[in-house]
Every structure is written in C-alpha cells, then in structure tokens.
Antibody, heavy 119, light 107 residues
Framework: QVQVQESGPGVVKPSETLSLTCTVS????????WNWIRQSPGKGLEWIGH???????TYSPSLESRLNITVDTSKRQISLKLTSVTAADTAIYYC?????????????WGQGALVTVSS | DIQMTQSPSSLSASVGDRVTITCRAS??????LNWYQQKPGEAPKLLIY???ILQRGVPSRFTGSESGTDFTLAISSLQPEDFATYYC?????????FGQGTKLEIK
C-alpha cells in the first residue's frame, strides 16, 4: 500500500523560504508525477505544481517565480521550496501521487502539513 | 490557464436525494477531468477520473458524465457519509486547476 507523508517546519517567518519534504513508502516513485496542492484555511484546493522522476517540473503560473520542486528517487522523496513567503502562503500543503492514466488522477495523498507564515 | 467554474458553491439535500454538481471548463479539456471528495480535517479522496471512470472502492451511486466542456458529478440516493465538499480538477492544460468546490450539506 502506497503511503505519502509530508514533513517540515510548521511555522515560517515572512520573507523566508518554506521547505517541505514528501516521503513515499510502499510504492515506486517511477513512473508517476508527484504533485503539491495547498489549501488555505477555509478555502478550496490550489494546485501548486508537479515533478517527474527525471526532475522535469511544471508549476502554477501564479507561483512559478518563487517555487522549486525537486525529486530524489534514491531517497523516495519529493521536495518543495517556496521563497519570499507572506501570510497568504499559510495553508495545509498536500503531496499527492498522480496515477499514470491519461487524466493523471491524484490517487494517493498525504495527510497534509500545516504551514503558518508568522513572525 | 484553463479555468474551471464549479456550481453550485453550496447545496442542501436530504438523505436519499439525488444531486448533481457541474464543472465548466473555459476551453476543451476532452476527458481530462477528475472529481474528489473532501471531508473536514481529511485529505481529498479520488472519486472519478477521466470524467466518468469510477475509482475502485467508490460506491456506484457516484457517476460522472461530460458534454463538451461541461462535466457533471451525480450522486444518487445520498447517504449520510456523502455530506462533504466536492472538487473537480482539470489535467489537460500545462497547469492543472481545481474548481472552487461545492459544499454538500444536510437539509
């Protein structure tokens, strides 16, 4: 059974960099895309970006200038870095696997990591 | 960016009712549309992918359909555990997007 677990600091100061790690167990990193999605308190889901095993990443245009998503297949980890954070980046951050089917449905999700941007 | 307009934003219904939720894409996305259910304090759960294929383990009272750029999630005979928030997601464009969500509440 595939398990996905996000980890990282729960609080980040404004203007600093938010860093999260997603660790995958019980399944292969390949051949899936690995996605990051966030949800601000009381709000809807926002797709942030995804990365493939070869390191190719695609980002949401609204975050692209601040975002970097990488993959380490040997450690079975996917990392997210978001620079210059503000209070608007406070959210639950989810890591999710995309199935290989054409519509790339997100079939396995982590439980989410709450990140609060506050001084 | 492809925009997804989801309606209604909220919906009240009773156990046993049939409800429908719609997502309209701003351009053609073919069948690259997935539906998720989210309950408070939980991660979203995949219900339907490729517009109409039921994810394994999901009850058959959930169905998905498409007509052009309009996509519909139908739930027949609502059960107490179905009261949740539902999201569509398009995966055709370079950047994927979710609908705004539909909160399904008990009447």
């Amino acid at each position: 059974q595939v398990q996905v677990q996000e980890s990282g600091p729960g609080v980040v100061k404004p203007s600093e960099t938010l860093s999260l790690t997603c660790t995958v167990s019980g399944g292969s990193i390949s051949p899936h895309y690995w996605n990051w999605i966030r949800q601000s308190p009381g709000k809807g889901l926002e797709w942030i970006g995804h990365v493939y095993k070869d390191g190719r990443a695609t980002y949401s245009p609204s975050l692209e200038s601040r975002l970097n998503i990488t993959v380490d297949t040997s450690k079975r980890q996917i990392s997210l870095k978001l620079t210059s954070v503000t209070a608007a980046d406070t959210a639950i951050y989810y890591c999710a696997r995309a199935d290989t089917y054409g519509s790339q449905p997100l079939d396995y999700w982590g439980q989410g990591a709450l990140v609060t941007v506050s001084s | 960016d492809i925009q997804m307009t989801q309606s209604p934003s909220s919906l009240s219904a009773s156990v046993g009712d049939r409800v429908t939720i719609t997502c309209r894409a701003s351009e053609t996305i073919y069948s690259h549309l997935n539906w998720y259910q989210q309950k408070p304090g939980e991660a979203p759960k995949l219900l339907i992918y490729a517009a109409s294929i039921l994810q394994r383990g999901v009850p058959s009272r959930f169905t998905g359909s498409e007509s052009g750029t309009d996509f519909t999630l139908a739930i027949s005979s609502l059960q107490p555990e179905d009261f949740a928030t539902y999201y569509c997601q398009q995966t055709y464009g370079a950047s994927y997007t979710f609908g705004q969500g539909t909160k399904l509440e008990i009447k």
